[in-house]
């Protein structure tokens, strides 16, 4: 079988072949990424660092990426730094005691947003974040965990 010519070529040929019509049928029928455009909402995806005791938390849609961070004082507070100007972060914790109201972050000099949070976060707290940059409106949600045990 091996001592055939037609069948070694069509061996080498056929991965080459596969590629190229994965990579043609991309092209011809893939979606083409736009522009976020002013007014609507767009998703955040929770990135693989949330899930752990990393110490932040990031959150991804396209170009735009969100970094959250619980700082250790006495009081929690939180800071979400982002790949691209916005112009205003609201966050709000979800806990199972109940909902709190979001609130806003404030504008740092050093382009962070910072606040606090009403509650401690405890295992099971989700915090929910909307930012909005460029007339448009990002959201996501991430759990906790990704706060260290020796921080907020």
Do not use: K
Request: with cysteine.
């Amino acid at each position: 079988m091996f001592r055939n010519r037609h069948v070694i070529i069509a061996l080498l040929v056929t991965p080459v072949l596969a590629v190229l019509a994965w990579l043609g049928v991309g092209q011809l029928a893939g979606e083409t990424p736009a522009p976020a455009e002013p007014g609507r909402s767009y998703p955040l995806v929770e990135q693989p660092n949330c899930r752990y005791a990393s110490g932040a938390c990031d959150l991804r849609n396209a170009e735009l990426e969100l970094r959250i961070v619980l700082g250790q004082t006495a009081e929690p507070t939180i800071t979400v730094t982002s790949s691209h100007p916005l112009e205003r972060v609201q966050l709000a914790l979800a806990s199972g005691e109940g909902r709190a109201l979001p609130g806003d972050l404030a504008r740092s000099a050093n382009g962070q947003w910072v606040g606090r949070l009403a509650l401690r976060p405890v295992t099971g707290d989700r915090l929910r974040l909307v930012a909005q940059g460029d007339g448009a409106f990002y959201y996501g949600e991430v759990a906790t965990a990704f706060a260290r045990p020796g921080d907020s």
